[in-house]
């Protein structure tokens, strides 16, 4: 359902800025709704870049947004790989025992978090791609939406 909401906010040429588990609101239906647009900016060429000074949340923040300031629809695709690091470790704070300092020294280093335990493969896999260095190897929220359609339609039987 994240996916889906961060593919239609993709389409409309917008950026959230802000994507982690703590902005995601969950019904008792269980229907999930993204929240807290407050860094969300409408982006034209395709980037957004921040002013001087401006606080990030760095353990979901990609590299290119944290050294440059730089947001692009791919800077929400790493954080969405992080999000989904919250979500199977039950809400456990990505790069645990590391500082923000050191957080963003190993990501320079080509450092990412290893598998989470009981995190299927094929899920880690889709998180390794939204953390790509380059930005435009990272994949859309559209083919996230379906990879994830799919998986949970393969998998279902297993979570109920």
Known sequence: QIAEGMAFIEAKNYIHRDLRA??????DTLCCKIADFGLARLIEDNEYTAREGAKFPIKWTAPEAINYG?????SDVWSFG????????????????????????????????????????ELYELMMQCWKERPEERPTFEYMKSVLEDFFTATEGQYQ
């Not at 703590?22 to 019904?27: D, K, P």
């Not at 730089?70 to 791919?74: A, D, E, G, Y």
């Open 22 to 27: 703590a902005n995601i609101l969950v019904s």
């Open 82 to 121: 992080i999000l989904l690091t919250e979500i199977v470790t039950y809400g456990r704070i990505p790069y645990p025992g590391m500082t923000n300092p050191e957080v963003i020294q190993n990501l320079e280093r080509g450092y990412r978090m290893p598998q989470p335990d009981n995190c299927p493969q």
């Open 70 to 74: 730089t947001f692009t629809i791919k």
